[in-house]
Nanobody, 124 residues
């Protein structure tokens, strides 16, 4: 069973930065694509960013492109989400997920394991 544990959330002001981390259990982390999704208050879960198994391919939601960066360290079984220039509309619970393949995917149905989420709150 794969476990994903997110950390790094918190309360910040608009314009600040945060880095989320997601630590994965298991020995096959480097074989799978990873992603970050978020659920804002009163909204459906939405795609944020994804990265392929090697880290060579990344995708971003238009709303975060240029501000967020996804990366991974396969030696540490960890994926990161660097979030810069945060806006109040970035307020959400952020979830880390492991894809069912090594590719970078944007469709949540392609992810088979999910973390519990970490809350990010951005104030004006």
């Amino acid at each position: 069973q794969v476990q994903l544990v997110e950390s790094g959330g918190g309360m910040v002001q608009a314009g600040d930065s945060l880095r989320l981390s997601c630590a994965a259990s298991g020995r096959t982390f480097s074989s799978y694509g990873m992603g970050w999704f978020r659920r804002a208050p009163g909204k459906e879960r939405s795609f944020v960013a994804a990265i392929s198994w090697s880290g060579s391919i990344t995708y971003y939601a238009d709303s975060v492109k240029g501000r967020f960066t996804i990366s991974r360290d396969n030696g540490k079984n960890t994926v990161y989400l660097q979030m810069n220039s945060l806006k109040p509309e970035d307020t959400a619970v952020y979830f880390c997920a492991r894809c069912s393949s090594g590719w970078a995917q944007t469709d949540g149905t392609q992810f088979e394991y999910w973390g519990q989420g970490t809350l990010v709150t951005v104030s004006e």
